[in-house]
T-cell receptor, first 114, second 113 residues
Framework: AQKITQTQPGMFVQEKEAVTLDCTYD???????LFWYKQPSSGEMIFLIY??????QNATEGRYSLNFQKARKSANLVISASQLGDSAMYFC???????????FGTGTRLTIIP | DAGITQSPRHKVTETGTPVTLRCHQT?????MYWYRQDPGHGLRLIHY???????DKGEVSDGYSVSRSKTEDFLLTLESATSSQTSVYFC????????????FGPGTRLLVL
């Protein structure tokens, strides 16, 4: 069964620094992908970025990029030039059963310090 | 805006009473999902639907049932609410396209006393 792990329960980062949030997965599927979501203190779940395992280049969406390292089975979220509004919970999610369902990590709480 | 609404947004109920949460979408997507979120567990799938009257269980389905009689509505029922079902409930839809991303509704906070 697929398993997804976020090992950093909390992180504190100085404003304007880059942040890397870790996510590792375990799968035997030859084709898969990985999602990242943000949950601010207001509670909504916001989709940030997705990358498929066969994509040649790491996905980027504005200040977010996905550092996909298949040999290490990791798909880390990188936030460049962090801002106070980046303070939130961040979840990675792994598709299972042909992307019919998602399994979520337990999340990382990121706090940006002014 | 993913066009998903959830009702009610907040509810307090008593142990043993039935509770129904509603998820409504405006875009007629085939897949809809119900998750619960609890501290330390991330989001866990309760049930999902892949079409009208087509549903399947997730990892934490005990004590919950669902129904989908119209494409736009997906109902989650707690048959006899227990304090362990106090949680935040999220509905999601899956949009076709790259990654087939799930988009979430605003959530419902449920407190079972």
């Amino acid at each position: 069964a697929q398993k997804i792990t976020q090992t950093q329960p909390g992180m504190f980062v100085q404003e304007k620094e880059a942040v890397t949030l870790d996510c590792t997965y375990d799968t035997s599927d030859p084709s898969y992908g990985l999602f990242w979501y943000k949950q601010p203190s207001s509670g909504e779940m916001i989709f940030l970025i997705y990358q498929g395992s066969y994509d040649q280049q790491n996905a980027t969406e504005g200040r977010y990029s996905l550092n996909f390292q298949k040999a290490r089975k990791s798909a880390n979220l990188v936030i460049s030039a962090s801002q106070l509004g980046d303070s939130a919970m961040y979840f990675c999610a792994f598709p299972v059963f042909g992307n019919e369902k998602l399994t979520f990590g337990t999340g990382t709480r990121l706090t940006i310090i002014p | 805006d993913a066009g998903i609404t959830q009702s009610p947004r907040h509810k307090v109920t008593e142990t043993g009473t039935p509770v129904t949460l509603r998820c409504h979408q405006t875009e007629n997507h085939r897949y809809m999902y119900w998750y619960r979120q609890d501290p330390g567990h991330g989001l866990r799938l309760i049930h999902y639907s892949y079409g009208v009257k087509d549903t399947d269980k997730g990892e934490v389905s005990d004590g919950y049932s669902v129904s989908r009689s119209k494409t736009e509505d997906f109902l989650l029922t707690l048959e006899s609410a227990t304090s362990s079902q106090t949680s935040v409930y999220f509905c999601a839809i899956k949009k076709p396209g790259g990654g087939e991303t799930q988009y979430f509704g605003p959530g419902t906070r449920l407190l079972v006393l």
